[in-house]
């Protein structure tokens, strides 16, 4: 299992008319979130389209608990709980400063080949750093 | 059941550096969808706030299956399977104007009483205008 | 001088805390307001992206007289006074149902051929349908 | 003179098709970076609008010279040229990591009493926190 963490201050672009952070707007936040935790291991989400693959979302879950607020600092945990096959998988937590729990998400990604737009394997490089987290 | 249709032109500002409408954006599309379908029997989300209640979402479900374009005019299905109680879910789907489903989802949302911050029934007007839909 | 207009109904995504329309997402509405300008003489800007040019924007300017609110049913006014060459130049006004002027923004775009990423001249099929309305 | 710099990665979401930021989200890059002006001198904009007084823009000026991308780590230098009255005049520069100049704005804001929904003038423990910085 591979666990990072990222913090993000809520902007006030991100509130709606209700006070609290549009519901919308927290898969911007889950993307933040696996961007920082591929960054954890020294890769970014930019070399890989670089290098010809992207990772289009195939499903999106979130379950809203508690509001997050304006210029509230969220902690949102990123897990990944099973290597990347053809598809990888993210579990997101939010937190906000005093511990509470507001939201928990799901997302599921493909790798394709931006050559053929067709799914492919996912790229070494990434499942060599993940790797050492899975080992017992 | 309840079903109606609306149309979203795509905006420029909706895409992203894939081409593609962003993974995040449909949350927003589904808004409009729902806004729309309570419109068409004479209601609006509107209404209900000024009236003292809010609906903020409790879930939401989104499965990608292809991508939408800059500038497709989508069609948007709203189904309300349910006569809604304290809560109310909405299913979507998404077509582009060759007739492609694009997108599925599914969103929860719960009536909330402004005044006390506490979930109450749905508004009576809403419940009137739908049940029509739900006898036989 | 040519004039058209557009109707563009506020999103809840659109709002922030203050219970306005977001500031920011003006330059959203001018561009649906430019891309239906377009539209209304049987162009559209994905045409032009697709023969190869885009339209970055050069600059940017709003003056927020009236906020705009949820569900406002906005008519964007979109002018162009002057016929493009290597920029075009656009002006928007934003009115809400009650007439009330809310708010008055300018944008200039350069034609960018996509080939070879430097500036160009207005492509001859825009050139033409807006000639007519330049003329005594 | 008041001065402050912070960062803003760029966000996928923040991207369009194009391939660049899309000029509607510098809007939010500014509120961005006028907050963590404030929070610099040990204020927030949230304390603001919780004691009474709220900022909306009353106008927003950019000025667009090259391109922000995906994954960028931007430096926004945020300028106070003059002491705010009713009104708060802030200038902003965008610069990405390798010094490049992207971005020049500007924008004007209004305090409002939101009792009576009045300009009012500013905070006094802004105007505190800032006489130092314009005192020779």
């Known amino acids: 299992m591979f666990v990072s963490e990222c913090n993000i201050r ?7 008319q209700m006070g609290y952070v549009y519901y ?10 696996r961007t920082e935790a591929l960054r954890q291991v020294d890769l970014t989400y930019k070399m890989f389209e670089e290098a010809g693959t992207m990772m289009p979302v195939l499903s999106l879950l979130c379950k809203f608990k508690k509001p997050a607020k304006y210029d509230d600092l969220l902690t949102i945990k990123t897990i ?10 993210f579990e997101y937590e939010v937190h906000n400063a005093a511990g509470e ?7 599921v990604l493909v790798f394709i080949n931006m050559k053929n737009n067709r799914p492919t394997a996912c790229p070494p490089n990434l499942l060599e750093k993940l790797k050492p987290f899975f080992e017992q």
Chains 1, 2, 3, 4 share one sequence.
Not at 24 to 33: H, I, L, P, T
Not at 101 to 107: A, D, I, V, W
Request: glycine residues 6%.
């Open 80 to 89: 990944i709980r099973v290597l990347p096959s053809v598809k990888m998988a």
């Open 24 to 33: 919308g707007n927290y898969a911007q936040y889950f993307e933040v979130a």
């Open 101 to 107: 729990l507001l939201n928990e998400g799901e997302t």
């Open 10 to 16: 809520v902007r006030y672009s991100e509130t709606d």
